[in-house]
């Protein structure tokens, strides 16, 4: 399941792409007219359906960003309000859950191909977790901050933390944090000791990534 995606369960799973993958469900992603119709697409869709389950499972653009100047709350959050303007409009049609994919870091993919290269030069995991090293010259920079982009995603989980608070007990979230954060380091391992990533786009979890997280899908597939 890749780019923005909205999937219903009922009697059998069904998952359909939204037809503009750029554009998130509950707002319109850089306030686009495109995707401010794709909210009314993702509403009717819905209320056609009826599931028992539905799911949002969608990367963070504009929900990530960072408040307005001024605003130090989510009732005067103008992005918060619209995602939850959108999630009670989805819940009537809904007969029993609403999950939703909680907010990751996203990659850089062009620093994925560098992971193995640092291995063979018996470099430390952890060393590669928070710093990059080049061969030719004395150059040092942070790897962590080029391998996994920081930016946004504690802002999206914070309101998908509040969504999760006012959807009262009709959503759960599906966190993937704790299957790629290292706590003893505290800092995300997005690749496994042989130097497999779990990507291959900021998006897109890789054949391993998938694997890696299975267990989580089992479990919501045994609970419906």
């Not at 706590?183 to 496994?192: G, V």
């Amino acid at each position: 399941m890749q780019g923005s995606a909205f999937g219903e369960y009922k009697l059998k799973s069904v998952i359909f792409k939204n037809k503009i993958s750029a554009c998130e469900p509950l707002y319109a992603t850089g306030q686009t007219d495109i995707c401010k119709a794709n909210l009314t697409d993702f509403q009717d869709r819905v209320k056609k359906e009826k599931p028992d389950y539905a799911f949002i499972i969608t990367r963070f653009k504009s929900i990530g960003d960072r408040w307005p100047k001024g605003v130090k709350s989510f009732k005067n959050d103008k992005v918060y309000q619209t995602m939850k303007e959108q999630m009670l409009k989805f819940l009537p049609n809904i007969k029993y859950k609403l999950y939703i994919l909680n907010s990751i870091p996203q990659v850089d993919s062009r620093y994925i191909l560098k992971i193995v290269g640092l291995l063979k030069n018996n470099t430390n995991l952890v060393n590669i977790d928070v710093s990059e090293y080049f061969i030719e010259g004395s150059h040092y920079s942070v790897f962590q901050k080029k391998l996994v982009r920081h930016d946004g995603y504690e802002m999206a989980r914070s309101r998908h933390a509040q969504l999760l608070k006012d959807c009262k007990g009709k959503c759960e979230m599906i966190d993937y944090l704790p299957e790629f954060y290292n706590n003893a380091t505290k800092t995300f391992r997005y690749f496994d000791e042989r130097g497999f990533s779990y990507w291959t786009m900021p998006s897109h979890l890789s054949p391993h990534g998938i694997e890696h997280i299975r267990h989580l899908w089992t479990d919501i597939c045994r609970k419906l």
